[in-house]
T-cell receptor, first 110, second 113 residues
Framework: SQTIHQWPATLVQPVGSPLSLECTVE??????LYWYRQAAGRGLQLLFY??????ISSEVPQNLSASRPQDRQFILSSKKLLLSDSGFYLC?????????FGQGTRLTVV | GDSVTQMEGPVTLSEEAFLTINCTYT??????LFWYVQYPGEGLQLLLK?????DKGSNKGFEATYRKETTSFHLEKGSVQVSDSAVYFC????????????FGTGTRLKVLA
C-alpha cells in the first residue's frame, strides 16, 4: 500500500498566522515526496520535493518552507500566512514512476 | 525543458457521448505518461498510464495510446457517464534522473444527463 495521510482536511487561518501541514506515507522506505498547491480552478504547482530525510528542493520562492524530519513524514510550514497562500495543498509520493496523492488540505486564509 | 500541454476546458458533453481530451508533450528521452482524475474536493487518482511508445493504457472504459511520433497521449472514452464529471490531468515522469512530475493544467469535464 502506498497510502498517504494528510491532515487536516480543511483549515481556516487568519493572515499572519503560522501554518503546519503534515503528510505521512505508508509503503516502501525512502520515498520521493512532493508538496503541490492547486489554486481555485487552476492546475498543480510544485512547491517542494524531497528525495530523503533532510533533503528539500524548493521550486517556488515564497513564504512557505518544507521539512522532512523522518523518512515517511513531510511537513509544509509558514511563519506568516498571506491571503495568496489560500489553496488546495496536496502531498504526493513516487512509487516506481507513478505518483500517489493524498486527499489534500483546503486552506483558506482570511 | 519538459512540458505537457492539454486542451483547455471546460468540456461539456451529453451522457453516452464520445470523449477526447488532447494531450501533447515535449521531453528528452523516454518519459512515462499518465492521466490522473480529480473529483471535487479530492486528491488526484491515477486513471491510466503508459511507459513506452505504442503502449495503450486503459481503465474504466478510458484509453490513451503513447504516440512518440506525434508526442501525444490523448484520452478517449466511447460513452461517458455523469459520474465521469471531474478534472483530468495529463502528466509525464521524465525517467531522466530528475524526480519532478510535469502536469498539464487540467481539463474540466462536465457530463449532462
Amino acid at each position: 500500500s502506498q497510502t498517504i495521510h494528510q491532515w487536516p482536511a480543511t483549515l481556516v487561518q487568519p493572515v499572519g498566522s503560522p501554518l503546519s501541514l503534515e503528510c505521512t506515507v505508508e509503503g516502501t522506505s525512502n520515498p520521493n515526496l512532493y508538496w503541490y498547491r492547486q489554486a481555485a480552478g487552476r492546475g498543480l504547482q510544485l512547491l517542494f520535493y524531497s528525495v530523503g530525510i533532510g533533503q528539500i528542493s524548493s521550486e517556488v520562492p515564497q513564504n512557505l518552507s518544507a521539512s522532512r524530519p523522518q523518512d515517511r513524514q513531510f511537513i509544509l510550514s509558514s511563519k506568516k500566512l498571506l491571503l495568496s497562500d489560500s489553496g488546495f495543498y496536496l502531498c504526493a509520493r513516487r512509487y516506481n514512476t507513478e505518483a500517489f496523492f493524498g486527499q489534500g488540505t483546503r486552506l483558506t486564509v482570511v | 525543458g519538459d512540458s505537457v500541454t492539454q486542451m483547455e476546458g471546460p468540456v461539456t458533453l451529453s451522457e453516452e457521448a464520445f470523449l477526447t481530451i488532447n494531450c501533447t508533450y515535449t521531453a528528452t528521452g523516454y518519459p512515462s505518461l499518465f492521466w490522473y482524475v480529480q473529483y471535487p474536493g479530492e486528491g488526484l487518482q491515477l486513471l491510466l498510464k503508459a511507459t513506452k511508445a505504442d503502449d495503450k493504457g486503459s481503465n474504466k472504459g478510458f484509453e490513451a495510446t503513447y504516440r512518440k511520433e506525434t508526442t501525444s497521449f490523448h484520452l478517449e472514452k466511447g460513452s461517458v457517464q455523469v459520474s465521469d464529471s471531474a478534472v483530468y490531468f495529463c502528466a509525464l515522469y521524465p525517467n531522466s534522473g530528475t524526480y519532478k512530475y510535469i502536469f498539464g493544467t487540467g481539463t474540466r469535464l462536465k457530463v449532462l444527463a
